[in-house]
């Protein structure tokens, strides 16, 4: 692993590919992780493996670490993702010069070998756990207890506090208030959301469930977890600290 500034840089030996307009656009044995950020990473391909048109869009993208990047349109299937391929020609991380970034959101679909990923790269230091467990958990806002089971399923993801999902039976469903936000993650699939309405105050988004996780991810199927940074958790009758984190 290369680590270039605030730029992470890793070889992948998964075959990717990636799709538009149901046309291939590139097909690599040879991915390059890029951490832009660091939470996870990004794919970087070579330019021998894209398959689909590149056209300068007459663009450009800086980045203090990784220099100025010229933006492509990405041509494939007849359909047109404007802006949606950088390639770092002159970077000072040499390693970049010859790959090509797509823009994750904007093809219609990626692969790592035959598997459909989401949202974005699955970061490979990144290792989710799903544990059955009898200790009893508590929830309360604002002193009231809104959920409460011993049989709940713990999380333990990589660089996150421990999430308790509960079983819906275990949950004050009359507390509860459909919200339109959605969020997606590449581990889990796309969550829903509910807010609390407790002593006339109500607790927007802190209650989350997947209606169709996904396989990696099937034991927290049934269940809804509560966001420990905004909410009173206790396990065995001990209160557990509230982490501060992104989601605080």
Same mark, same amino acid.
């Given at each position: 692993? !290369?680590?270039?500034?605030?730029?992470?840089?890793?070889?992948?030996?998964?075959?990717?590919?990636?799709?538009?307009?149901?046309?291939?656009?590139?097909?690599?044995?040879?991915?390059?992780?890029?951490?832009?950020?660091?939470?996870?990473?990004?794919?970087?391909?070579?330019?021998?493996?894209?398959?689909?048109?590149?056209?300068?869009?007459?663009?450009?993208?800086?980045?203090?670490?990784?220099?100025?990047?010229?933006?492509?349109?990405?041509?494939?299937?007849?359909?047109?993702?404007?802006?949606?391929?950088?390639?770092?020609?002159?970077?000072?991380?040499?390693?970049?010069?010859?790959?090509?970034?797509?823009?994750?959101?904007?093809?219609?679909?990626?692969?790592?070998?035959?598997?459909?990923? =989401?949202?974005?790269?699955?970061?490979?230091?990144?290792?989710?756990?799903?544990?059955?467990?009898?200790? !009893?958990?508590?929830?309360?806002?604002?002193?009231?207890?809104?959920?409460?089971?011993? !049989?709940?399923?713990?999380?333990?993801?990589?660089?996150?506090?421990?999430?308790? =999902?509960?079983?819906?039976?275990?949950?004050?469903?009359?507390?509860?208030?459909?919200?339109?936000?959605?969020?997606?993650?590449?581990?889990?699939?796309?969550?829903?959301?509910?807010?609390?309405?407790? !002593?006339?105050?109500?607790?927007?988004?802190?209650?989350?469930?997947?209606?169709?996780?996904?396989?990696?991810?099937?034991?927290?199927?049934?269940?809804?977890?509560? =966001?420990?940074?905004?909410?009173?958790?206790?396990?065995?009758?001990?209160?557990?600290?509230?982490?501060?984190?992104?989601?605080?």
């Amino acid at each position: 692993m !290369n680590t270039r500034g605030r730029v992470k840089l890793e070889p992948g030996t998964r075959r990717v590919r990636v799709y538009l307009g149901g046309v291939l656009v590139a097909d690599t044995l040879a991915p390059m992780y890029v951490w832009e950020i660091p939470y996870y990473p990004w794919y970087y391909i070579p330019r021998a493996d894209v398959k689909a048109e590149l056209v300068a869009s007459g663009g450009t993208e800086h980045s203090p670490s990784r220099g100025d990047a010229t933006l492509y349109t990405v041509k494939a299937g007849g359909k047109e993702a404007v802006a949606a391929a950088k390639i770092y020609a002159d970077s000072p991380i040499e390693e970049l010069r010859d790959l090509v970034s797509f823009d994750f959101k904007a093809m219609d679909a990626w692969f790592e070998e035959d598997e459909e990923i =989401y949202v974005h790269p699955r970061n490979p230091y990144t290792r989710l756990d799903i544990l059955p467990s009898s200790r !009893n958990v508590r929830v309360e806002i604002d002193g009231v207890t809104v959920a409460e089971s011993a !049989n709940a399923r713990m999380l333990f993801e990589t660089g996150l506090p421990t999430r308790y =999902y509960l079983p819906k039976t275990a949950v004050r469903l009359d507390l509860l208030e459909p919200s339109d936000t959605r969020s997606a993650c590449p581990y889990k699939g796309e969550a829903s959301y509910y807010s609390v309405r407790v !002593n006339g105050t109500v607790h927007e988004d802190v209650v989350w469930y997947y209606d169709t996780p996904l396989p990696e991810s099937e034991r927290i199927a049934g269940t809804m977890a509560f =966001y420990n940074e905004k909410v009173d958790i206790f396990v065995d009758g001990v209160e557990q600290p509230r982490p501060s984190t992104q989601f605080s």
